[in-house]
């Protein structure tokens, strides 16, 4: 799992794991501060990037928003709402075909994509 035993990269990827709000780096750290109060914004932003490296983290780089971070790592789609811009994860199956078409009509060899839906959430439409 972890290469190097790190007590705040272990502490980081927990939380990651355990939330479903796509924090960005900020958040994380303030949370992180919780449990180390003496860490520092590098430390985190160093272990976020460690974990990224390692495929244990995503980082979704959302036009118009900071960075965010996340611990599922299979692809997904998601949710931005443009009043609260939360981010929420959708459990719509990833259409793979998409991946042959765009190959197919433009010669690139497609890997994967990603895809954001935008909207308003439920909270903000009332």
């Known amino acids: 799992m972890l290469r190097r035993d790190s007590r705040q990269r272990e502490i980081i990827l927990n939380l990651l794991r355990h939330t479903d709000t796509h924090p960005t780096a900020d958040w994380i750290y303030d949370e992180v501060r ?6 520092s914004k590098g430390t985190v932003y160093r272990n976020l990037n460690i974990l990224q490296d390692m495929g244990e983290i995503s980082a979704l780089s959302l036009s118009g928003t900071a960075t965010r971070y996340e611990g599922r790592q299979e692809n997904h789609y998601h949710f931005r709402c443009e009043k609260c811009g939360k981010v929420f994860d959708l459990d719509e199956p990833v259409n793979k075909q998409l991946n042959d078409k765009v190959a197919k009509r433009t010669g690139f060899r497609v890997s994967y994509h990603r895809l954001e839906f935008r909207g308003l959430c439920k909270d903000c439409q009332r």
Not at 34 to 39: Q, Y
Request: proline letters at 17%; a positive charge.
């Open 34 to 39: 919780k449990v180390l109060p003496k860490i």
